[in-house]
């Protein structure tokens, strides 16, 4: 079946590490998203890409970072700069006139 | 920059009640809109969605909602709820052509018995 996949789906880290979450779709999209989603917040987009070897900066970009290597793959890394880390994080990719977008289940980041 | 507005955070009905909730977007530039649906620690579903044409949409589950351009708005109805929808629900809009979906900050949407 078609569709994207995060994982993990519960990720625990120290304070002070580096993370990097996965997010993989066979759905032969070209644009890819990563968003942040607190309680109350809604879906605050982190960086996206509209193809391979090419991303560009979200509304909450600071302190994450992202590469897009292959067209299925666009891994997002939690560095250790961003002061609260602690959040659910998800993926979502869509052709290029983003007539629909589809989203993965989610990683749920805990930071200790 | 576009934006989204959600009138309520927090919205609860009543089994077999209707139920409307609001979504106002900033700009009257072409736009695709969105409804999507998030069940607790899932990823989000699309309900339905406005491209063109008609400016009543229909979406799974039951629900439909209404383009109208010239109040910037896209509500979603639906006439009778059950308890399965009880969930939190998000508006989106797209300017046409954009790759960007830009986001409302959500309604929980609690049905009661």
Redesign the interface.
């Known amino acids: 079946d078609g569709g ?1 996949t ?1 994982s993990p789906k519960y990720l625990f880290r120290k304070e002070g590490q580096n993370v990097t979450l996965s997010c993989e779709q066979n759905l032969n999209h070209d ?1 890819m ?1 990563w ?1 942040r989603q607190d309680p ?6 982190i960086y ?1 890409s ?1 193809i391979v070897n090419d991303f560009q900066k ?1 509304d909450i970009a600071e302190g994450y970072s992202v590469s897009r290597e292959k067209k299925e793959s666009f891994p997002l890394t939690v560095t250790s700069a961003q002061k609260n880390p602690t959040a ?1 994080y ?1 993926c ?1 990719s ?1 052709t ?11 990683t ?1 980041l805990t930071v200790v | 920059a576009q934006s989204v507005t ?1 009138l309520d ?1 927090q919205v609860p009905v009543f089994e077999e009640a209707p139920v409307e909730l609001r979504c106002n977007y900033s700009s009257s530039v072409s736009v ?1 809109l ?1 409804w ?1 649906v998030q069940y607790p ?6 309900l339905l ?1 406005y ?1 063109s044409g008609s400016t009543l949409v229909k979406g799974i589950n039951g629900f439909e909602a209404e383009f109208n351009k010239s109040q910037t708005s896209f509500h979603l109805r639906k006439p009778s709820v059950h308890i399965s929808d009880t969930a939190e629900y ?1 508006c ?1 809009v ?1 300017q046409g ?10 309604t929980k949407l609690t049905v009661n018995p």
Do not use: D, M, P
């Not at chain 2, 052509?97 to 959500?106: A, D, Q």
């Open positions: 994207i995060q644009a998203y968003y109350g917040q809604g879906l605050r987009l996206y509209q979200g659910f998800l979502a869509s290029n006139r983003a007539t629909e977008a589809f989203f993965g289940q989610g749920r | 959600q955070s695709y969105f999507y620690n899932q990823g989000l579903q699309l969605k491209l998000f989106a797209t052509g954009s790759e960007k979906l830009v986001f409302g900050k959500g």
